[in-house]
């Protein structure tokens, strides 16, 4: 299976301040239709995930630019611009160019 | 506005047997490959299971693969997974997703499975 690694798992985060989470896999993510598949999700206590970023940079409905996803092969990152209270959350990169799809361990966003 | 619920969870002995479903709502259905995916309590995220919008095709994570069935009912908007031979390891929240890498993705709010004598 792919694994998928991702750092920091907790990082101290302050609101207005810029935050960033990498995600490395195993393999390359790149498929061969052209489409590297590379996600990002949202959780938070109690709730389901919830998707921001798909295939790398494309953001969902009603997710703030201030979130922006990046990278491409192995490496990727999640960036917030500007860190705001409902950031927090654990927040996991997911692959799904190979079966069986697997996530990322998570980051837990909290404000200090 | 789409939606996914998820039913059926609950309290089993090890080596029982459970049925999830999930019905969806708000979106069409039948043109989505589906999903379940499990959370152990405090745990990541594990895909489970995957089918094709048709239903014809099914692939399973190692940990569930000859236990547990991937189904659909187009007809009725509603996905299952049929769990069997459960092991204390299969404790979790169980989502349904619709594919996760469409223009638009849905998740249930969950069901929990408890597997435990």
């Known amino acids: 299976d792919v694994v998928m690694t991702q750092s920091p798992l907790s990082p101290p985060v302050t609101l207005g301040q810029p935050a960033s989470i990498s995600c490395r896999s195993s393999?390359?993510?790149?498929?061969?239709?052209?489409?590297?598949?590379l996600n990002w999700f949202q959780q938070r206590p109690g709730q389901p995930p919830r998707r921001l970023i798909y295939?790398?940079?494309n953001r969902d409905s009603g997710v703030p630019d201030r979130l922006s996803g990046s990278g491409s092969g192995t490496d990727f990152t999640l960036k917030i611009s500007r860190v705001e209270a409902e950031d927090v959350g654990v927040y996991y990169c997911?692959?799904?160019?190979?079966?069986?799809?697997?996530f990322g361990q998570g980051t837990k966003l909290e404000i200090k | 506005e789409a939606q996914l619920v998820e039913s059926g969870g609950g309290l089993v002995q090890p080596g029982g047997s459970l049925r999830l479903s999930c019905a969806a709502s708000?979106?069409?259905?039948?043109?989505?490959?589906m999903h379940w995916v499990r959370q152990a309590p405090g745990k990541g995220l594990v895909w489970v299971s995957r089918?094709?919008?048709?239903?014809?095709?099914?692939t399973y994570a190692d940990s569930v693969k000859g236990r547990f069935t991937i189904s659909r009912d187009n007809a009725k908007n509603t996905l299952y997974l049929e769990m069997n031979s459960l092991r204390a390891e299969d404790t979790g929240v169980y989502y349904c997703?619709?594919?996760?890498?469409?223009?638009?993705?849905?998740w249930g709010q969950g069901t929990l499975v408890i597997v435990s004598s």
């Open positions: 997703a619709s594919e996760v890498f469409a223009y638009e993705n849905y």
């Open positions: 708000g979106f069409t259905f039948s043109s989505y490959w």
């Open positions: 089918i094709n919008n048709g239903g014809g095709y099914t």
């Open positions: 393999q390359s993510l790149a498929h061969s239709d052209g489409n590297t598949y």
């Open positions: 295939k790398v940079s």
């Open positions: 997911m692959q799904g160019t190979h079966w069986p799809y697997t």
